[in-house]
């Protein structure tokens, strides 16, 4: 009798699982630096500088590439490349080997920081061929994730690739993401709308793995990635569950970061890219470059025709909305950020700091760009009690999503925290309004004061914001409002009573208020003023009201019906030639018509119940002026 | 041409005291409550004192109030009684009174309280009547009437409640009730 053995390699993809041979899922940078990103140090020490370039290059140990960090220049201090976060449990045993390859004469090294026997540094061998440098080392018991780096110093040039790695015991850690898939994404002028509805962003740049469940807990619903020593993407096969599955499984939505790969302007990857790193189910939007336009840092800095030629090839493979985070946005002329608008769905700009109007500058020159597109903003920790008023100056900006920088500074200053906290939690209760019917014409704010208004589900909402540090006391006109209208002051549980025509608050320094007044936006209503003139052309004054917040328009008296009751039997007939237009009527006003009726036989005793139709805005505002007991 | 004459004059001299008849909802108060789905409505004593007044029009809206705009109720439907089914015409101090009665559309109006109204819900606002002024009962064939004044407003503060009253006000009303009850008691 035989003895029948089947691996367990082979059970696996009898059953069609592939099973995951690597920890890393870009091993070998086919997928360019997805996973990865790049540090470059200078011996002048200006930030970005140094003459160190990262580079795909065709010269690969398998595959089409492998990954060059080079110094052509007099500046070469350090390069490096250095991988995402990758979630771990304590006291984990790993193995990494690389091949490498560098001329006799330049050092390399790999470098893993943080294990349980201190930091890892180990040089290469260069020999001018390819070299295979393998590290074991042990996560410290308290670790929950880990990073290595490769380097280079001085001049020429090291090549890496095929990295491997692996759990020290062998085991072999499971493939692939737990919720692969492709949300519903779109983008409108308005917003971004995700599994079919308008999505408010809201979130936190760089979070790690262990603090996902406290960043859901914020109410936070998106996480940015950056691969600033953080997770870019869904980069590693662990037998954790992974960071965009946890993410997910949070009910946190994820935008990768791509910018280390775009930076490389190799569009002919990025189809394999978007394959890879583009359906998970945590993916609602794909961050093309990090401050493409940053000409202060050497860099960071990219050629808008690479990073239209990149955004082009990565647009033809996901139905993700492209964007990327314009630096100069925030302070600088449109023409340096314009090259690049082609190649993006949506806008970002980090307007920091205390003063207001830097959001402005940045929500202005991305509105001037057609068509219009949403736009979201990076925001940092400014003073605490800035934060919840800065939140509502984006909005009435049109900004639809806030993504702080970043999770560590927040989480590290208990105040600014809960401020980011109550943004969220504020903005998730007015997400239905925020993407409602713009009304900013119902009411005209004081000199000063930021403002936009909203209309939904039968109320005006205000958000206004004081962006100054001075006391203000605001008087807001708004022809709509009547004498005693109540005006709560949503999140503040206090209102304010209207007088005819407007309502006054004040504002103590820099702050916010929303004022949610319960009114029809669109009204009209009626009432006979008089009756004048002869039997056959009797006038019937009609005073036409704008009962609603908003400008009516082509207000009209439509019909005049009678139906007598008592009296001497007559049959009234209409003269005027209907429909009888009255025009435009502002809120807060009302305007006379004229109604000719012809009485011819009819007495005093004659009465009937009289149905005049009133009508506006296209028909679609109508109301009627119904009466009994009503005599010529 | 006299008689233009003492039409213009009979208009002058009545004109400024045409628009001041007092309007009460009764039996008081105009706070009304029911339970959802139930139907409540309020009757009225209008007293006029110069030339002839007619109801034209009834309704309820909410406050704040600015004719002739008006805010239909949240929690249930008005129907006019005043006008629709009864024609009030009231001469100089002369007065109608009206209790309010479903069967017999007595009253100011109904008001049916919405089956899915949420409980101890209120309807704040006022009761809106509209009626013309005539210089003689319109409804007498050789009265020579002569409209003075077209879809003034009369208004009374009223509210209405799903729900049942609060503690305080259900003892008052109590205690009116059982006064009432004794008074009726002993004048037999």
């Given amino acids: ?632 | 041409m006299m008689r233009i004459l003492s039409f213009v004059l009979a208009a002058c001299t009545i004109l400024p005291a045409s628009a001041s008849p007092v309007f009460s909802v009764s039996p008081a108060p105009p706070d009304l409550f029911g339970m959802p789905g139930d139907t409540v409505g309020w009757g009225f004593t209008i007293t006029n004192d110069t030339n002839f007044l007619e109801i034209t029009s009834a309704q309820f809206c909410l406050n704040p109030v600015s004719f002739p705009a008006c805010t239909p109720a949240d929690i249930g439907t008005f129907t006019d009684f005043i006008s629709q089914f009864n024609d009030i015409v009231l001469g100089p101090g002369n007065s109608a009174t009206q209790d309010f009665d479903p069967i017999l559309f007595k009253g100011v109006g109904s008001f049916a309280i919405d089956p899915g109204a949420p409980l101890q819900t209120t309807d704040f606002g006022q009761l809106v009547l509209t009626y013309d002024v005539y210089t003689a009962d319109p409804n007498e064939p050789d009265s020579g009437a002569i409209l003075l004044f077209s879809d003034l407003t009369l208004s009374q503060n009223a509210s209405v409640t799903a729900g049942v009253p609060e503690p305080g006000t259900f003892t008052l009303a109590l205690g009116m009730l059982l006064s009432c009850c004794l008074r009726a008691f002993f004048r037999r």
């Fill in chain 1, 1 to 632: 009798m035989r003895r029948l053995t089947i691996y367990p390699a082979l059970l696996l993809a009898l059953i069609g699982i592939a099973p995951a041979q690597n920890i890393l899922i870009n091993s070998g940078f086919e997928f360019g630096l997805m996973c990865f990103n790049t540090v470059i140090s200078s011996n002048t020490g200006v930030f970005g500088a140094g003459d160190y370039r990262v580079l795909l290059s065709p010269d690969a140990h398998s595959g089409n590439y492998s990954i060059e960090i080079s110094c052509d220049g007099s500046d070469c201090s350090r390069g490096g490349v250095f991988s995402d976060r990758i979630p771990t449990a304590g006291s984990t045993n790993y193995n990494l080997a690389v091949y490498t390859k560098c001329a006799s004469g330049p050092l390399g090294a790999i470098y893993v920081p943080n294990t349980a026997t201190g930091d890892i540094f180990r040089t290469l061998d260069c020999t001018g061929d390819w070299n295979q440098t393998t590290i074991s080392f042990q996560t410290p018991p308290s670790a929950q994730d880990f990073y290595f780096v490769l380097f280079s110093y001085g001049p020429g040039f090291v090549r890496f690739d095929d990295m491997l790695l692996t759990y020290a015991d062998g085991t072999i850690p499971p493939a692939g993401p737990l919720h692969p898939g492709s949300r519903n994404v779109s983008v409108s002028s308005q917003g971004v709308n995700v599994d079919g509805a308008p999505y408010m962003a809201l979130g936190f740049f760089n979070v790690n793995y262990g603090d996902l469940a406290q960043v859901a807990s914020t109410g936070a619903n998106a996480i940015f990635g950056l691969n600033i020593n953080s997770t870019s993407a869904f980069c590693s096969n662990t037998t954790q569950t992974g960071f965009l599955d946890r993410a997910y499984e949070l009910g946190l939505n994820f935008v990768p970061d791509a910018s280390s790969t775009t930076r490389l302007g190799a569009p002919s990857i990025m189809a394999g890219v978007m394959q890879k790193f583009g359906p998970h189910l945590a993916n609602v939007a794909w961050m093309l470059a990090d401050e493409p336009d940053q000409t202060l840092v050497p860099y960071w800095y990219m050629d808008p025709s690479v990073f239209l030629s990149v955004s082009n090839a990565t647009k033809a493979q996901t139905a993700l909305p492209l964007f990327a985070d314009f630096q100069r946005a925030a302070f600088s002329v449109s023409s340096d950020v314009s090259p690049y608008v082609p190649g993006v769905d949506f806008f970002m700009a980090e307007p920091y700091g205390s003063d207001f109007q830097f959001v402005n500058h940045a929500a202005d020159m991305f509105h001037s760009f057609p068509p219009t597109r949403p736009i979201w903003l990076a925001q940092d920790d400014i003073d605490a009690s800035l934060i919840v008023p800065k939140a509502y100056w984006l909005l009435i900006n049109g900004v639809t999503g806030i993504a702080y920088f970043s999770w560590d500074t927040f989480k590290a200053q208990p105040a600014k925290l809960a401020a980011a906290e109550q943004v969220f939690s504020e903005m998730r209760q007015l997400k239905g309004v925020i993407f409602s019917q713009n009304t900013d014409s119902v009411a005209t704010p004081p000199n000063g004061i930021g403002y936009s208004a909203r209309y939904s589900g039968g109320s005006a909402y205000l958000f206004a914001v004081n962006p100054s540090s001075q006391s203000m006391a605001a008087t807001f006109q708004m022809n709509g409002l009547i004498t005693g209208q109540q005006i709560q002051v949503l999140f503040e549980n206090r209102t304010i009573t209207a007088n005819a025509g407007g309502f006054a608050d004040t504002f103590a320094g820099v702050a916010r208020h929303v004022y949610v007044i319960k009114a029809p936006l669109a009204a009209i209503a009626g009432s006979v003023l008089q009756k004048t003139g002869p039997d056959n052309a009797r006038d019937w004054q009609i005073k036409f009201m704008n009962a609603g917040l908003a400008t009516v328009t082509a207000a009209s008296i439509t019909q005049a019906t009678f139906t007598q009751t008592g009296g001497s039997v007559c049959h009234p007939s209409v003269v005027s030639s209907l429909p009888v237009v009255l025009g435009d009527i502002p809120a807060g006003s009302s305007v006379n018509g004229d109604l000719l009726l012809n009485f011819t036989g009819c007495d005093t005793t004659a009465k009937f119940t009289v149905n005049i139709g009133l009508s506006a805005n296209g028909g679609t505002v109508t109301n009627s002026i119904v009466r009994n007991n009503e005599r010529k």
